[in-house]
């Protein structure tokens, strides 16, 4: 059975940070792309970050010098290391395999069409000002 375990969210005040985990199981981790999708109330789903199996990197341009992606692959672990965080970044967030980077879904997790539906269960981040 998958399973993708989200860790790090929490509540912090404008400008600081925190680093998000999520730990895979049960499937082929190696060369697996991952990425981290968020969802804030009344908006979209948006793809916030993915990294490919050969460690190619994506970041959605709002991110872009404040979010870091990395993966560990002795540990089957992604993480999202968020810097400066702003209001505009309080979402519940979403670790996924096979990321689709051109979405127009109204939530997430979705299903996906393009690749396997490896889904976390999601952590909370709210940035306060």
């Known amino acids: 059975e998958v399973y993708l375990v989200e860790s790090g969210g929490g509540s912090v005040q404008v400008g600081g940070s925190l680093r998000l985990s999520c730990t895979a199981s049960?499937?082929?981790?190696?060369?697996?792309?991952m990425g981290w999708y968020r969802q804030a109330p009344e908006k979209k789903c948006e793809l916030v970050a993915s990294?490919?199996?050969?460690?190619?990197?994506y970041y959605v341009d709002s991110v872009k010098d404040r979010f870091a992606i990395s993966r560990e692959d002795a540990k089957s672990t992604i993480y999202l290391q968020m810097n400066n965080l702003k209001p505009e970044d309080t979402s519940m967030y979403y670790c996924?395999?096979?990321?689709?980077?051109?979405?127009?879904?109204?939530?997430?997790?979705?299903?996906?069409?393009?690749?396997?539906?490896?889904w976390g269960q999601g952590t909370q981040v709210t940035v306060s000002s």
């Open positions: 996924a395999a096979d990321p689709p980077h051109l979405l127009n879904e109204n939530a997430c997790p979705f299903r996906n069409l393009v690749g396997r539906n490896y």
């Open positions: 049960g499937f082929r981790f190696e060369n697996s792309d």
């Open positions: 990294i490919d199996g050969d460690g190619t990197k």
